[in-house]
């Protein structure tokens, strides 16, 4: 991404280069870490191609769910039309660094929204996320915790916070939330090449009190 490229350009085009960039499968954590959830209204912010989204919505989540990428967002609107949830999710087009959807949310969960150019504001952004969380609602931040094994030079300008420094970045007020998990974990990957690596990511939960 060199530095004429927009945000938007370098996800239309890394989006249009693969008829699927991701598996199609949900994040295992989330998929974890929800389960068992009172169903309410969730926000999924940089959704990619939806199946985050998805699943929340067949499991009962009315979901608004926003991306930067409108090629992204449209495959993801497929996606959903595919899985028969196609009233359950809002897709909104943001670049997160510019807008923001309105509302609040039961859940506000974000996965892996890093981005290779030195643009994207993640902290500033997550703490919009932490202020879009209902009382008694979730926030789950899944990032990695360093580029992948195959290629370390994926990331060069982005910091790639530990958990701890998630948490802190957002600047909570004291008394207001609890943290329900804080840390590291290990996960299998395939690389281009189809050999399995493990990558390190991180998870941040946390409650919002109700008063
Ligand atoms: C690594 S992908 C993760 C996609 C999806 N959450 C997943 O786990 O498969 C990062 C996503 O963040 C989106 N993104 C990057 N910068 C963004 C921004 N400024 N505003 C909104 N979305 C952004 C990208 O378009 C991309 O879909």
Redesign the pocket.
């Known amino acids: 991404m060199d530095d004429t490229t927009t ?2 350009e370098y ?1 239309d085009a ?2 249009g280069e693969h008829d699927h ?3 199609g499968e949900p ?1 295992a954590v989330l998929v974890r870490e929800v389960t068992g959830l009172e169903p309410g209204n969730a926000l ?6 939806g ?2 989204a998805i699943w929340l919505a067949r499991h009962g989540w009315r979901v608004t769910a ?4 409108r090629v ?1 967002l449209d495959r993801a609107a497929h996606h959903a039309a595919t899985a028969g949830v196609a009233d359950r999710v809002d897709f909104q087009r ?5 807008s923001f959807p309105e509302g609040t949310y039961d859940l506000v969960c ?6 290779p150019g030195e ?2 504001p993640r902290a500033a ?1 997550l703490r919009a996320a932490a202020d879009a969380v209902a009382p008694g609602g979730i926030l789950l931040i ?1 990032g990695h915790a360093g580029p992948p094994p195959w290629d370390p030079d994926a990331h060069p300008h982005a910091h790639l916070p530990t958990a701890d420094e998630v948490l802190a970045s957002l600047r909570l007020p004291d008394g207001a939330w609890d943290v329900l998990l804080s840390g590291e974990h290990e996960r299998l990957q395939t690389a281009p090449d189809g050999r399995a690596m493990t990558r390190t990511d991180n998870l941040l939960k946390i409650r919002r009190r109700r008063t």
């Not at 999924?44 to 191609?49: A, F, I, N, S």
């Open positions: 945000g938007q996800w890394r989006y960039l991701w598996s994040n999924d912010l940089g959704c990619g191609e199946a985050d926003a991306d930067i990428s992204a943001h670049d997160l660094a510019a974000t996965a892996f929204l890093h981005s643009d994207m952004i899944a």
